[in-house]
């Protein structure tokens, strides 16, 4: 079974907008890292967060997690039309190891202009 | 750079038929891996090398061979392709001590 599991499945907002993604995952970590992936593309990395970190901001990005109910959430705050894409929530696979990363099954953004 | 790229992009293939998938690197990163993605799930592993030489198995390994001859290779074979084999693989590498991995663009396999 996945580790991660991302909620909703699909979100559909306005330009301009914010969006709020959920992950909630089951075994401890050392960290979290969120993917985004484009249409007929591959994944590329948006942010990392550690167990030890509550909040972490990178530009219109804003992660946060509680490793007390083992969830994150991202935030993307004034949404345009070009961050229409997947999301992928990524944890390591073995607790302590990094070598390997499950991954949820994605939020499907769509950002209407 | 190039990053990670991934040979070919699309390929349709035979029951039965076997191919050979290619990722390349160009960021002298120790670790590799192939994943594949089927609609509505996420990345699930299939194989991974942690250096030249070496590969290990994934969470779904069945049907699929890897090799690391170069660092900077990762072969993902297929000896008899199945229908159920039909998905978008991707690879991925990454640095020593790094925690991010970097994607190729991906293969899409359709089996008939």
């Known amino acids: 079974s996945q580790q991660g599991e991302e909620d909703p499945q699909a979100l559909s907002i306005q330009e301009g907008e914010n969006a709020t993604m959920n992950c909630s995952y089951k075994t401890s970590i050392n960290n979290l890292q969120w993917y985004r992936q484009n249409s007929g593309r591959g994944l590329v990395h948006l942010i990392l967060i550690r167990s030890n970190e509550r909040e972490k901001h990178s530009g219109r990005l804003r992660v946060t997690l509680d490793t007390s109910k083992k969830s994150s959430s991202l935030l993307i705050t004034a949404s345009r039309a070009a961050d229409t894409a997947s999301y992928f929530c990524a944890t390591p696979r073995h607790s302590g190891s990094a070598r390997q990363l499950t991954f949820g099954s994605g939020t499907q953004l769509t950002v209407l202009p | 750079n190039a990053g990670v790229t991934q040979t070919p992009k699309f390929r349709v293939l035979k029951t039965g038929q076997s191919m050979t998938l290619l990722c390349a690197q160009d960021m002298n990163h120790e670790y590799m891996y192939w994943y594949r993605q089927d609609p509505g799930m996420g990345l699930r592993l299939i194989h991974y090398s942690v250096g030249e030489g070496t590969t290990a198995k994934g969470e779904v390994p069945d049907g699929y061979n890897v090799s690391r001859l170069k660092k900077q290779n990762f072969l993902l074979g297929l000896e008899s392709a199945a229908p159920s084999q039909t998905s978008v693989y991707f690879c991925?590498?990454?640095?020593?001590?790094?925690?991010?991995?970097?994607f190729g663009p991906g293969t899409r396999l359709l089996v008939l």
């Open positions: 991925a590498s990454r640095d020593v001590g790094q925690e991010t991995q970097y």
